[in-house]
C-alpha cells in the first residue's frame, strides 16, 4: 500500500494540482481540508502517514495545524507549505517541529525528494 497523506490547502486550484502529483506517485489521499483546524480534526480521523499543510489559511492557519497536530502525534509527519518568507514565521515552524519546509512556488522534484527523505530517515 502507498502512503497515506492529507493535503491542507485554501487554494483550490494549488490544492487539485497538489493532489494529482501526490497521485501520480502512489500516494492515497485520505482527504483534503483547508484550515488548520481542519487539518487537526482530519489528522485525528484518518491517522495518516504525512500531511502536507499551507502556513497562510483564513480562520486558522497552518501554525495552529501543526502545533495540535504535535501535540497530538509528536512523531507525525508535516510538510508545511508557503509563499512567505518571514524570519518570524519560519523560526515558530521549526520550534514547532515541522518534518519540512518547502516555499512556493516548488517543484515536484523538491517536494518528492523531501517526502522519500522523511520516509527512508523512519525505515533505518
Known amino acids: ?5 492529507i493535503i491542507i ?3 483550490l486550484e494549488l490544492c487539485e494540482v497538489e493532489k494529482e502529483l501526490l497521485e501520480l506517485n502512489d500516494m492515497i489521499i485520505l482527504a483534503i481540508g483547508n484550515n488548520g483546524l481542519e487539518a487537526v480534526e482530519l489528522y485525528q480521523k484518518f491517522k495518516p502517514d504525512i500531511v502536507l499543510m499551507d502556513v497562510r489559511m483564513p480562520h486558522y492557519d497552518g501554525i495552529y495545524g501543526l502545533e495540535n497536530i504535535k501535540k497530538l502525534d509528536p512523531k507525525a509527519k508535516i510538510i508545511m507549505v508557503t509563499a512567505e518568507s518571514n524570519e518570524r514565521t519560519i523560526q515558530k515552524i521549526n520550534e514547532l517541529k515541522a518534518s519540512a519546509l518547502i516555499f512556493k512556488p516548488f517543484d515536484a522534484a523538491k517536494l518528492f525528494a ?7 530517515k523512519t525505515q533505518i
Open 9 to 11: 490547502e485554501d487554494d
Open 114 to 120: 523531501t517526502i522519500d527523505e522523511l520516509f527512508s
Open 1 to 5: 500500500m502507498g502512503i497515506t497523506a
